[in-house]
C-alpha cells in the first residue's frame, strides 16, 4: 500500500469530506465541530480527542507514514484473562480455559469502550425483536388461524436461525473451543443447551418424519425454537450486564491514568518556553510548573517555592511545601507557587506509573480462594453434563408423555441453569474491585494472596527508622547557659554547622531557617572526626560537640546536664556549644516519631495486633523510642539478616507475621514474612520485596490495608456460598425432581434467565467493596492521629 500524503487541508473547494489526521476516519466538514488550523490550513476532527492530540504535535500526524489498520493502538499490548491471568498473549483474542475475550493488561485511557461489549450490544439489540416474535408465535401463535401449524413452525425456525447462528456464535464458538481443550466452563454448557435446543427443533422442522410418533404433540414434532432463542437473548443480556459491571473494576486505574498531565512545558537551553506532549519529556529536560498546574513527571524543584497538594496520590490532605532542592510528584496539582523542576523520572519510572502498574497487576492475580472455586468448576461441569444426561435418559425412558419432549426441556434447563459463570465471579470481581478501593487509600497491593492473607495477621514486626520515625534528623529543642540567649546559641551553632555535611547539621541549619536568624561567616572550620566542629566567627573561638569535645575545649557542662540527660532518653542526639572556653547551651536533635504513629500503634494493639519493634539503632535508642510509643517489645542493633532471623523464629512458633519497613536492610524480612508491607517514602529494593506498599509511608494504612482484606474475604466468601447455593438449588429443580410432587418444572428461559440473574448478583455484591468504609485518621487532642470508621 502506498504511504498517503499529509491528510485533511481544506479549502472552498473542498471535497465532502476530509480525511482526520489523527485517527484516519472521514469527516464531513460542514458537520463537525472539531477543526484546527496549522500553517495556514485547516484540519478537521471526528473527536475532541483527536483535536486535542493533534494540537499538541501536529508534524506527528502530518508526516508522510505507512498507512496503519489502527494508528492508535499501542504495539506489542499484551492481553490477559480476567479470569485467569496465566495466560496472556499479544493481542486480543479469547481464553482457552473459561472461553472470556482477552482485555488489555493495563487499561488505556484513550481507549474506546470494551469491543466485546460493543459486539454484545449490537448482537443482543438487533436479535431482541426475533427473540420475541419467536416467544410470541410459540406462546400465542395457535391462535393466528391464517397460519398452518406447518408454516408457522417454517417461520419460528427462519426468525431463530440468525439468533442462534449468529448472536450466539460467540457462546458456540467457545463452547467448541472449551471441548477441544478439555477446559469446561460456562460456555460448554450454554453451547450445549442451546445447539441441542436448535438442532433437535431443526431437524424437527425439516425432516419431522424421522421421528417416532410419540414425538408429536399438536399436530407436529414438539420443537423449542423460542428456547434457544431465548436462551441467546437472556445470555448476552447476562453478559452485557457483567461486562458493564467489570468495566468499573477499572475505574481506579483509569482515574490514576487520568492524573498526568497530557503536555508539559519545557524550558530549552536559550531560555525560550514550549508546550511538548508528556510523552517528548526526557529525563534532565528542564519543566515550568504554573500556579494550579499538575506537576508533568517525578523530579527535583531547581527555582521558586509553592505548596504541592499531593493528596491524589498520598491521600495526604495538606498542600506539601516545596522549594529548591525538594522532589516533586509527577500528577500532583501545584499551588499558587510557580516552579521550575529538573526532570529526574519519566514514561514508567514515575511514581504514578509504578502505582498503575502495581494495581493492574494485583488486579490480575488470583487469591488462594479463587484456585479451590477454579477446580471446584471444573469438575461441577462435568458433573451437569452428566446430571443432564442422566435427566434426559431418566424422563425420555421413564417419563409422562410426550416423555422425550420432557427429556429435551429438562435436559436442557440442566445444562443452562448450571452454568457456573457465578462461581468463576465470585473471587476475581472482589479481587479487582477491592485494589481499585485500596488504591483510593494510598493501599497498594501486589497479588490477590496478600489482600487474602493480611487479615488472618497477628504480629506486626516494625523498622523504627523511615517506618516509626520520618527517617531523617529535626531539631528538637535549645537551651542557654547565663550570658546567651537560645536564638543565640542556635544561631552560633548553625553558623558554625554551615561548612558540615553531616546530617544532624542540616536539621540545625533548618530550624535557623524557619526562625529567620541570620548566619555568620566563620573562619578556621575544622571539623573534628568523631567529636564535632570547630571555627571562629567574630574573633569568638566555638566548639560544638560531644562531652569530650568540650573537655577538650575546657567547658564545664554541668548546667546542661538535666536537659541533655533527658533529651538522651528520649532518643535524641545532643551536641554541646562552648564559646572561647565557655559552655553557651546545647541543641538536641532527633529523629522525630511521624505524627500519625501513636495513634496507629494503639490502632493496631486495639486490633489485637501484637508490635514488635527491630532496628539497627542501638538498644538504648531502641528501648527510648519504646517507651515513648508504648512497645513493649525492642530489639535493638539487629543488622539485616538478625531481622530475617526475628520473623522466621516468629513464624516457627505460629504466628502471622507481616513486616513493616523502608529500606534496603528490611529487604529480607519483608519477603520471609507472610506479608510485607514497605513504605512508599523508602526504598525500591523494600517496595519489590513486599506485598504491600503504603503509599504515604503512614503505618495507619495497615489498618486501612486489614479493614479491605476483611471486607474482600467476607465478600468472597459470600459470593462463593451464594453462587454454589444457587447451583446446588436449581440443577435438581431444573432436572425436574419435585415435578412428581408438586408438578413444577423449569423452563429452559427461565433457567437462562436465573442464570444470568446469578451472575449479575455476584458482581453487584462485588463492587459493594468500592463503598466499604475504612478507618480514617484524625487529629486528636494530642496533636496525634487516631483511628476513626470512615
Sequence with gaps: MNSPSPPGPSSPTQAATALDPVCGMQVDPARSTHHADHAGTRYHFCSAGCRAKFVADPAKYLAPAPAQATPEAPAGTIYTCPMHPQIRQLGPGNCPICGMALEPETPDLDADDNPELRDFSRRFWWTLPLSALVLALAMFGHGIHVLSIQARTWIEFALSAPVVLWAGWPFLVRCIASIRTRNPNMFTLIGIGVAAAFAYSAVATIAPGIFPASFMEHGRVGVYFEAAAVIVSLTLLGQLLELRARSKTSAAIKSLLGLAPKTARRIDDDGSEQDIPLEHVHVGNRLRVRPGEKVPV????????????????????????????????????????????????????????????????????????????????????????????????????????????????????????????????????????????????????????????????????????????????????????????????????????????????????????????????????????????????????????????????????????????????????????????????????????????????????????????????????????????????????????DKLVLVQRLKAQGRRVAMAGDGVNDAPALAAADVGIAMGTGTDVAMSSAQVTLVKGDLHAILRARAISQATVRNMKQNLVFALLYNALGVPLAAGVLYPVFGWLLSPMIAALAMSLSSVSVVSNALRLGRVALPASTTDHRGGASAGIG
Excluded at 507 to 529: G, K, Q
Excluded at 530 to 536: D, E, F, H, L, N
Design 298 to 641: 517525578d523530579g527535583t524543584v531547581l527555582d521558586g517555592h509553592s505548596s504541592v497538594d499531593e493528596s491524589m496520590l498520598t491521600g495526604e490532605s495538606l498542600p506539601v511545601e516545596k522549594a529548591p532542592g525538594a522532589t516533586v510528584i509527577g500528577a500532583t496539582l501545584n499551588g499558587t507557587g510557580s516552579l521550575v523542576i529538573r526532570a529526574d523520572q519519566v514514561g514508567a519510572g514515575t511514581v504514578l506509573a509504578q502505582i498503575v502498574q502495581l494495581v493492574a497487576q494485583a488486579q490480575r492475580t488470583r487469591a488462594p480462594m479463587q484456585r479451590m472455586a477454579d477446580h471446584v468448576a471444573h469438575w461441577f461441569v462435568l458433573s451437569v453434563i452428566a446430571a443432564s444426561v442422566l435427566t434426559f435418559f431418566a424422563w425420555g425412558l421413564f417419563g409422562p408423555e410426550p416423555s422425550w419432549t420432557y427429556a429435551v426441556l429438562n435436559a436442557v434447563s440442566v445444562l443452562i441453569i448450571a452454568c457456573p459463570c457465578a462461581l468463576g465471579l465470585a473471587t476475581p470481581m472482589s479481587i479487582m474491585v477491592a485494589t481499585g478501593r485500596a488504591a483510593q487509600a494510598g493501599v497498594l497491593f501486589r497479588d490477590a494472596e496478600a489482600i487474602e492473607t493480611l487479615r488472618a495477621i497477628d504480629t506486626l514486626v516494625v523498622d523504627k527508622t523511615g517506618t516509626l520515625t520520618e527517617g531523617r534528623p529535626t531539631f528538637r529543642d535549645v537551651v542557654a547557659t547565663d550570658g546567651f540567649t537560645a536564638d543565640q546559641v542556635l544561631q552560633l551553632a548553625a553558623s558554625l554547622e554551615q561548612g558540615s555535611e553531616h546530617p544532624l547539621a542540616e536539621a540545625i541549619l533548618a530550624e535557623a531557617r524557619r526562625r529567620e536568624l541570620p548566619l555568620s561567616h566563620v573562619d578556621a572550620f575544622d571539623a573534628v572526626t568523631g567529636s564535632g566542629v570547630r571555627g571562629t566567627i567574630d574573633g569568638r573561638t566555638l566548639a560544638l560537640g560531644n562531652t569530650a569535645l568540650m573537655a577538650d575545649v575546657g567547658a564545664d557542662a554541668a548546667s546542661v546536664r538535666d536537659a541533655t540527660d533527658a533529651w538522651r532518653q528520649q532518643a535524641a542526639s545532643v551536641m554541646l556549644l562552648a564559646v572561647d572556653g565557655r559552655l553557651a547551651g546545647a541543641v538536641a536533635v532527633a529523629d522525630a516519631i511521624k505524627p500519625t504513629t501513636p495513634a496507629a500503634l494503639d490502632g493496631l494493639r486495639d486490633a489485637g495486633l501484637r508490635i514488635v519493634m527491630a532496628t539497627g539503632d542501638a538498644q538504648a535508642t531502641a528501648d527510648a523510642v519504646a517507651r515513648s510509643l508504648g512497645i513493649t517489645e525492642a530489639h535493638g542493633g539487629v543488622r539485616p539478616q
